[in-house]
T-cell receptor
Framework: DAMVIQNPRYQVTQFGKPVTLSCSQT?????MYWYQQKSSQAPKLLFH???????NEADTPDNFQSRRPNTSFCFLDIRSPGLGDAAMYLC????????????FGPGTRLTVL | QQQVKQSPQSLIVQKGGISIINCAYE??????FPWYQQFPGKGPALLIA?????SEKKEGRFTISFNKSAKQFSLHIMDSQPGDSATYFC??????????FGAGTILRVKS
């Protein structure tokens, strides 16, 4: 089945220790998104890629970086995680300017000790 | 103007009852209005979506009602079941671009 896959599902890191989360998709969608979702809140868009064009949200901290080496894969790098970065990180994909429908992965739960 | 306001924040409904969640928006350029359902520890899943050229869309027990002049849309869950207990997010987008989410509604269906 075509889908959005996130690895790992659970990640524990130490304060200040870099961490990388990964997302892959078999939908062949040209847009990939990274969201941060904290408990009882809506997903907050961090950035998105339209093909290889990177679009950063104005309020996304510099601590968060992303890479998209090809259509199928996208990575979220947190350079120096703080306690406030503990959250669920969601990857989503869509076909831009077609329907607006975004398909979400299952998320990675990040814990910062 | 980019906000989508969602209410109520939480909702308790008896099994078999109707759950109603409301959303309002300001930006008339929005042209796509999806609802997402999210279970604890899972990613949001698209439930149903509507475009502003129709006033209602029904899929099984789920119905979106859309009022373009009032800039409001709502989700109705008929015959609510305990398995419907989840967080529901309304959202809006324009021209297939990024979604603007409502704050979410935590629905609990009591058996």
């Amino acid at each position: 089945d075509a889908m959005v896959i996130q690895n790992p599902r659970y990640q524990v890191t130490q304060f200040g220790k870099p961490v990388t989360l990964s997302c892959s998709q078999t939908l062949n969608h040209n847009v990939m998104y990274w969201y941060q979702q904290k408990s009882s809140q809506a997903p907050k868009l961090l950035f998105h890629y339209y093909d290889k064009d990177f679009n950063n949200e104005a309020d996304t901290p510099d601590n968060f970086q992303s890479r998209r080496p090809n259509t199928s894969f996208c990575f979220l790098d947190i350079r120096s995680p703080g306690l406030g970065d503990a959250a669920m990180y969601l990857c989503a994909t869509s076909i831009r300017q077609v329907t607006g429908t975004q398909y979400f992965g299952p998320g990675t739960r990040l814990t910062v000790l | 103007q980019q906000q989508v306001k969602q209410s109520p924040q939480s909702l308790i409904v008896q099994k078999g009852g109707i759950s109603i969640i409301n959303c309002a928006y300001e930006n008339t350029a929005f042209d796509y209005f999806p609802w997402y359902q999210q279970f604890p520890g899972k990613g949001p899943a698209l439930l149903i979506a509507i475009r502003p050229d129709v006033s209602e869309k029904k899929e099984g027990r789920f119905t979106i009602s859309f009022n373009k002049s009032a800039k409001q849309f709502s989700l109705h869950i008929m015959d609510s079941q305990p398995g419907d207990s989840a967080t529901y997010f309304c959202a809006a987008s324009m021209y297939g671009n990024k979604l603007v989410f409502g704050a979410g509604t935590i629905l609990r269906v009591k058996s």
